[in-house]
Nanobody, 128 residues
Framework: EVQLVESGGGLVQAGGSLRLSCAAS????????ICWFRQVPGKEREGVSC????????FYADSVKGRFTTSTDNAESAGYLQMNRVKSDDTATYYC?????????????????????WGQGTLVIVSA
C-alpha cells in the first residue's frame, strides 16, 4: 500500500523559512515523481514543484521559483520542500503526491484530477 506522510508545516513569519518532509512507502521510490501541491480553501489546488531524482528532472511553479527548493533522499524514501523567503501568499495546505511520470505531468496541468497517490497534507501559515 502506497503511503505518503507530510510533516513540517506550521506558523512562520513572512520572510522566514520552513522545511516540509514527505515520508514515502509502498513503492519503489526512485521510479516515481514526487510532487508538491498546495491548496487554499475556496481555490483550486496548484502545483508547487515536481522532481525525479533518478532522472534529475525538477521544475517549479513560477510563483515559488528562486525561493523554494525540492529534493529527495532515495535512501530514506523521502521528499522535501525547502521554503525560503516565504510570503503571505504561500499560506496553504501543502500536499505531497507521487506517481509515474505521465500521471504527475498530467496532474501538474490538471491539478484537480483524482490521480496519483497523496498524503494527508500539512498546513503552512505565513504571518505578516
Amino acid at each position: 500500500e502506497v503511503q505518503l506522510v507530510e510533516s513540517g508545516g506550521g506558523l512562520v513569519q513572512a520572510g522566514g523559512s520552513l522545511r516540509l518532509s514527505c515520508a514515502a512507502s509502498g513503492f519503489t521510490f526512485d521510479s516515481y515523481f514526487i510532487c508538491w501541491f498546495r491548496q487554499v480553501p475556496g481555490k483550486e489546488r496548484e502545483g508547487v514543484s515536481c522532481t525525479n531524482s533518478k532522472k534529475q528532472i525538477t521544475f517549479y511553479a513560477d510563483s515559488v521559483k528562486g525561493r523554494f527548493t525540492t529534493s529527495t533522499d532515495n535512501a530514506e524514501s523521502a521528499g522535501y520542500l525547502q521554503m525560503n523567503r516565504v510570503k503571505s501568499d504561500d499560506t496553504a495546505t501543502y500536499y505531497c503526491a507521487a506517481g509515474p511520470k505521465d500521471t504527475m505531468f498530467r496532474l501538474w496541468v490538471f491539478p484537480h484530477e483524482d490521480k496519483g497517490y497523496w498524503g494527508q497534507g500539512t498546513l503552512v501559515i505565513v504571518s505578516a
